[in-house]
């Protein structure tokens, strides 16, 4: 009885994280399904979703610079600036 | 951050996060710099950000955004798969990670990981009781003044609820509340005392004790609606009251009467909503049998029964917002509230509560269920509006109740006023669900013959047996007026005055619309019909207008002026300031701006989204008055639609289709009125019958009247022909009814034959026939010449000279015989001439010119239509055609034929005369003459027939010459 509940629920869990990967994929949110599940986890435990996504978008441009640039200073400091900075801008579609 | 006291939960996020950095950065050494700095910028994000909660409204407005961006894009594949992937994801059913749907509501979701967890603790009520939903409203007042330390996942908030919300009463094993020990609030325990003590069979019983305070909650849910609950509870549809719940402070007995009572209304606000929720299609659970969710969903909705419920729903929506008030009155604490206040300040409420559930039952509840549509509409309406009148003479005593019903009704009318209007101003009967008194019959088209007759079925349903007739053409006015009085009780009562101005106009607008009118006309109809207001605004402005009126009696009249001075003297303040503000220094301008918003605010109080705002405050739809509103604001909108329906008919008939023109047709050839045209067919005939040779052949006849009609009215001829009918040979006896079977026919275009159908053309046929008989009589008298006769005498005269003596002899009696049959000749003509005089002018003539007058005044088709057989009846009997004059007529006829016999004589010639025959003919005629004048001068005598004087008098004057 628990168990088929169980599976049940994970079913369901599973065709919404599939529906939610399609909707990411629509966006083109460059999400795979490991850092969904890792967003969907933490937008769960009550991380503010706009917050993630900003976070999620400043990371990608740091380690798009780190690639570009390997010198450790300028890319220090660029994410110095970014943990210091208030204002993000808000391209990305919200979740 | 001193990972000591870190939570599970904390622990979990600090993972997730951690997890996050290394697949979006892609450094997977958590010791490097880079890493740290980066778990660093996320927290103190997602710490520190300035994003407000996620809200279920912003999201669906960027939802709607992006689909709206994808199309602008036409990305049509990916805006449809957006909108299906959206919906599908907000529909997902999520038991356990409605975390995910937080931004759908934060709220709920709490509650439900809250209840998620405890689910094995066996709880008797779901969810959706609300006992626990509602009891929100306190939770969140507390909150402010309780510092609450409660989080997701803290496994004792259940106890929390049950402490700082509410005791859960509801389980079996509540423990008892502290209260006081004063004998008021241990009135239960006393009483339980007392009869223990008296009574040694006494057993006491397990108690579910539940304060004053639940007990008026749940009744305020009852009333709103809610079904499940502690006290009340469901069974089979029916609410009954818990045995075992007491309060401490009143008897068993005394509360379950007080409960008892509340849950009838309970009961019929259960009824009610479930009946809102079957028609509106929202169905919560099965229905019972003899509901009719059951048939919907294919069929067209059945708008009366919607309209219904929208008016019990604003009901509704009214009688909630009230409980709601005594609700938060309730939770405020600032006053005492006892249950028996709270059923003191609902009484109105109940008591309307009341009237419309017994409207509901006799109307709704008690109709059985394959009933057709249009009697449940109609038995609905009825229902109404003979509670209104049977609410209306109790007088003031229900004036709260009239007012409310009539409000119901006027909402429930709307689309039978809806129906009426399309009807009757596009001539477009829409009505899918029939529910409408009168549905078209969708065999008949409207350009056929019989449109006018047979398009419409009239529902008449009878009160009494619920059955419902079929009224055989019953649509055509004149019908309808004759089923009156069967049917006093029967149609839809307040259309009943109209109801036949209602047909004529959707008839003649539906024929008025299939007719090719001017273009002109046509566009100038169309834009005046986006300023139209529909029959049912007209109906209720002038609802408002009354009521407004009989507020503004006399005596009100003054202050009522005051008060919009007062109010347009504030306005004009206001007004003046805000000018002032734009430097505007202009009085005038202010009063002219102040007394704009006047009207502007009144209009909206009226009219705010499009709601009837039957204004309830008035409360003054008394007795007599519902009947004189109706006539005052509905039925004048009919009428004025009518008139302008049927004229515009009438004017096109008569204009576009010369309807007058082939009337005047009719009379021309089958009344011979065309005097010459008609002259020229028949003597044709006559002179053939005279040469002795065969006239009934249908080439000749053709070719005569051809000939005749084409030289004159080329148009006409083409529409004429002439048949002949093969007739009893029996009936062929006498010459006279030679003409029978012969057959006028003239083809009418339609739409003129709707008025002159088939069967007048029969009418016109009898009296064309007749008109030919005199004529021919006439004729063959008038052609007789006196020569004939002369020249016969002079050989026989000659004759005699030879001849024998006895012959000398006869010769005295054969001028006697000749001057004989000259007399007879006269008389004979006298009477025929007097005969065609009579019918020619006096009826033919004369009659006609009051139908030409009738036909200008006519103001529907219908009424012309009548007019059309009224006139062809009146001719009918005045030329002696029916049944009943018909040995009048037989006379005639007699006379007829020995006028034919008699020219047949004469024209053979003198030697073939016998004194027998005289004798005979004059002996026939005399008799015919005498019966007929007595008769006549009978029915003259009695004064019941004035048009006959006339023949009577020259009929008479020709017999008293003899």
């Known amino acids: ?95 | 951050m001193s990972q000591a006291h870190w939570t599970k939960f904390e622990k979990e996020t600090e993972e997730e996060v951690k997890n996050l950095v290394k697949h979006i950065s892609g450094i997977q050494d958590e010791e490097e710099q880079n890493f740290q700095l980066a778990l660093k910028f996320t927290w103190s994000n997602f710490r520190f950000h300035r994003f407000l909660d996620a809200n279920s409204h912003k999201v669906q407005r960027s939802v709607n955004g992006i689909y709206e961006k994808l199309m602008v894009h036409s990305d049509l594949s990916k805006a449809e798969s957006w909108v299906r992937l959206t919906e599908e994801f907000l529909n997902s059913p999520l038991p356990n990670t409605d975390g995910t749907k937080v931004w759908l509501d934060k709220k709920h979701t709490e509650w439900s990981e809250e209840e998620s967890e405890d689910e094995d603790s066996q709880q008797p009520l779901s969810r959706e009781d609300s006992g626990i939903q509602v009891d929100r409203t306190p939770q969140e007042d507390q909150e402010k003044t309780v510092p609450v330390t409660w989080t997701v996942g803290e496994p004792d908030a259940r106890s929390w609820l049950e402490q700082h919300v509410v005791t859960p009463y509801w389980q079996g094993h509540t423990p008892r509340f502290p209260h006081s020990l004063h004998l008021h609030s241990n009135l239960l325990n006393v009483w339980d005392q007392h009869v223990y003590n008296t009574d040694p069979l006494y057993l006491p019983e397990e108690k579910a004790f539940v304060t004053e305070t639940q007990v008026i909650r749940e009744t305020l849910w009852l009333l709103s609606g809610v079904k499940k609950h502690f006290i009340f509870q469901h069974q089979d549809g029916k609410v009954v009251v818990r045995n075992d719940v007491v309060v401490t402070h009143l008897t068993n007995n005394c509360l379950r009467s007080v409960l008892e009572h509340i849950a009838v209304y309970g009961q019929a606000v259960f009824r009610l909503q479930r009946f809102i929720d079957e028609v509106t299609g929202y169905d919560t659970e099965p229905c019972p049998p003899g509901s009719y969710s059951s048939k919907q969903g294919t069929e067209p909705p059945f708008r009366t029964y919607q309209a219904f419920v929208w008016a019990l729903y604003k009901y509704f929506t009214s009688f909630k917002q009230e409980l709601t008030t005594i609700e938060r009155d309730l939770i405020g604490k600032d006053e005492t509230v006892t249950l028996a206040g709270v059923l003191d300040r609902l009484t109105p409420h109940l008591a309307q509560i009341k009237v419309l559930h017994k409207v509901f039952c006799t109307g709704v509840a008690e109709v059985p269920p394959e009933t057709p549509n249009v009697v449940r509409a109609s038995h609905l309406l009825n229902t109404l509006y003979k509670a209104i009148i049977e609410y209306d003479s109790v007088g003031e005593a229900s004036q709260q109740a009239v007012a409310l019903l009539f409000s119901l009704w006027t909402e429930t009318v709307r689309p039978y006023l809806e129906i009426v209007d399309e009807w009757i101003v596009h001539g477009h009967l829409f009505d899918p669900a029939k529910e409408f008194i009168i549905q078209r019959n969708k065999d008949v088209p409207v350009n056929h013959r019989d449109f006018w007759y047979a398009t419409y079925t009239l529902y008449s349903i009878s009160e009494t047996v619920e059955s419902e007739d079929k009224l055989s053409d019953a649509a055509s006015g004149s019908s309808t007026g004759e089923q009156g009085s069967k049917s006093q009780l029967t149609m839809v009562s307040f259309l009943k005055p109209v109801l036949k101005q209602i047909i004529m106009a959707g008839k003649s607008m539906q024929l008025l619309k299939n007719l090719d009118c001017k273009e002109a006309e046509q566009t100038d109809g169309c834009t005046r019909d986006a300023e139209r207001k529909s029959l049912y605004t007209l109906f209720l402005e002038s609802v408002q207008s009354r009521l407004r009126c009989r507020d503004d009696s006399p005596v009100d009249t003054v202050t009522e002026q005051q008060a919009t001075k007062q109010s347009l003297i504030k306005m004009q303040s206001i007004v003046a300031q805000h000018l002032q503000m734009d430097d505007i220094h202009d009085p005038l301008l202010a009063i002219n701006f102040a007394r704009l918003y006047l009207e502007q605010s009144d209009f909206h109080e009226r009219f705010s989204g499009g709601d009837v705002i039957v204004d309830r405050s008035s409360e003054s739809v008394t007795c007599q008055t519902f009947e004189l509103t109706l006539r005052s604001c509905l039925y004048p909108h009919i009428q004025k639609r009518y008139i302008e329906c049927c004229g515009n008919l009438m004017t096109t008939l008569k204009k576009d289709y010369r309807l007058l023109e082939y009337l005047q047709a009719m009379r021309n050839y089958f009344l011979l009125e065309a005097g010459d045209t008609m002259y020229d067919f028949y003597t044709a005939i006559f002179d053939k019958v005279l040469e002795k040779e065969s006239w009934q052949q249908l080439a000749f006849l053709n070719v005569q009247l051809q000939e005749a009609v084409g030289q004159r009215c080329p148009e006409d001829s083409s529409r004429l022909s002439i048949f002949l009918e093969t007739i009893d040979p029996v009936r062929k006896k006498q010459p006279i009814n030679n003409l029978d079977g012969l057959t006028l026919s003239y083809k009418v275009p339609w739409p003129v034959d709707i008025v002159v159908s088939s069967e007048c053309q029969r009418i016109y046929n009898q009296v064309f026939l007749l008109l030919l008989q005199i004529k021919w009589a006439k004729y063959s008298l008038d052609t007789l010449a006196f020569s004939e006769v002369e020249n016969a005498s002079e050989d026989t005269s000659a004759k005699r000279l030879e001849g024998t003596p006895e012959e000398v002899k006869a010769k005295e009696p054969i001028n006697q015989q000749i001057h004989r049959m000259f007399l007879l000749r006269v008389k004979l003509m006298h009477f025929v001439n007097s005969l065609h005089n009579y019918i020619v002018t006096r009826i033919l003539h004369s009659t006609g010119l009051e139908f030409q007058h009738q036909v200008q005044e006519a103001k529907d088709l219908d009424q012309l239509i009548k007019i059309h057989y009224r006139y062809l009846s009146t001719i009918h009997d005045r030329c002696l055609l029916r049944e009943k004059v018909s040995f009048v007529k037989e006379a005639i006829m007699k006379v007829l034929n020995l006028v034919l016999i008699f020219s047949d004589r004469w024209q053979v010639g003198f030697g073939a005369w016998k004194i027998e025959s005289i004798d005979k003919m004059e002996s026939d005629f005399k008799n015919c003459h005498m019966f007929l004048v007595t008769i006549l001068n009978k029915a003259v005598c009695r004064g019941s027939f004035p048009h006959l004087e006339s023949l009577a008098l020259s009929l008479m004057a020709g017999f008293e010459q003899c």
């Open chain 1, 1 to 95: 009885m628990a168990s088929s509940a169980n599976a049940n629920n994970m079913n369901a869990v599973r065709e919404t994280m599939d529906v939610l990967l399609e909707i990411s994929r629509l966006l083109n949110t460059g999400l795979d399904m490991e850092s969904l599940s890792i967003c969907v986890r933490l937008c769960e435990q009550g991380i503010n979703p706009e917050a993630l996504s900003s976070v999620i978008k400043e990371l990608r441009k740091a380690s798009d610079s780190l690639k570009v640039r390997p010198c450790s200073g300028d890319r220090d400091r660029y994410l110095q600036n970014g943990v210091n900075r208030d204002t993000i801008e808000q391209g990305c579609p919200h979740f």
